[in-house]
């Protein structure tokens, strides 16, 4: 694993699996999102990986690319842990609430638990873009909000090949 220093605040990882570039293969995905991902709690680094291999299986993701692990403060609720957080560029067959509710089993398999807002958790899936889909709904925003205020997402992105 290497890493470098960005500032006090955000260091950048970059691990056997993160960043990655793959050709797509499976023919039956038509849709392509980016997916964030992140969390506080335990081994995070260990935990992306074993996602991105369970969603490699699965046979509703193919994962295109992956960004860097960015190290970056908690925001919201500041007492907690740091978190790591990277980017999934993905194509799917799943319709976006399809693709949402897929993404809360994943959290589930991988022992999320939703204590309060902001709080610290093994890992966290969110949709922070679905193609050029604009979705104002309760239970799903497209895109996800304040995603261009974000350092957690910005700084991978901004790093990453693929643009959707």
Do not use: C
């Amino acid at each position: 694993m290497i890493h470098k220093k960005l500032d006090d605040k955000n260091i950048l990882y970059k691990t056997t699996l993160f960043p990655t570039i793959k050709q797509s293969k499976k023919t039956n995905m038509h849709h392509k999102a980016l997916l964030g991902i992140g969390g506080n709690i335990g081994d995070v680094q260990r935990r992306f990986h074993h996602l991105y291999y369970y969603l490699q299986k699965s046979n509703f993701i193919e994962i295109i690319e992956s960004s860097y692990i960015l190290k970056n403060p908690p925001f919201g609720y500041d007492k907690q842990d740091d978190f790591f957080n990277a980017l999934l560029y993905i194509k799917t067959p799943l319709l976006p609430f399809e693709l949402l509710r897929y993404l809360l089993r994943v959290e589930k398999i991988f022992r999320r638990k939703r204590l309060f807002a902001n709080a610290p958790r093994t890992l966290d899936i969110d949709i922070i873009f679905y193609k050029d889909k604009i979705i104002n709904h309760p239970t799903l925003t497209l895109p996800h909000p304040h995603w261009n205020e974000r350092t957690s997402v910005l700084i991978p992105l901004l790093l990453m090949k693929n643009k959707i």
